[in-house]
């Protein structure tokens, strides 16, 4: 009855402390990962809230002087089309 392996409790216990210790870190790395990913997608979204605000011809005066009408005709189709992108999401 007292054929007890030291040896193999104690390695079967260590196995069992190095799962812990991997899973918690595992755990709380998957934790960082999805907090980045929707900080990220947070920031993506002000973004898209900041073309959507700033109407298709309203240009600032200190970026006015440094377009030219090429660009600046880029520019408001970008957020025309921005524009007609979320007003479809919404439907």
């Not at 409790?9 to 190095?18: E, F, G, S, T, Y």
């Not at 595992?26 to 907090?35: E, H, N, Q, T, V």
Request: proline letters at 1%; glycine letters at 6%; aromatic letters at 6%.
């Amino acid at each position: 009855m007292n054929d007890i392996d030291y040896h193999q409790v104690i390695k079967w216990v260590l196995i069992v402390l190095a799962a812990g210790f991997i899973g918690h870190f595992g755990k709380s790395f998957a934790a960082y990962l999805i907090a980045r990913a929707r900080r990220n997608q947070t920031l993506a979204d002000e973004k898209k809230s900041e073309v959507l605000a700033k109407q298709p011809g309203e240009i600032t005066s200190s970026t006015a002087a440094a377009e030219t009408a090429g660009t600046r005709a880029k520019s408001e189709k970008k957020a025309m089309k921005a524009l007609i992108k979320l007003k479809k999401k919404e439907k």
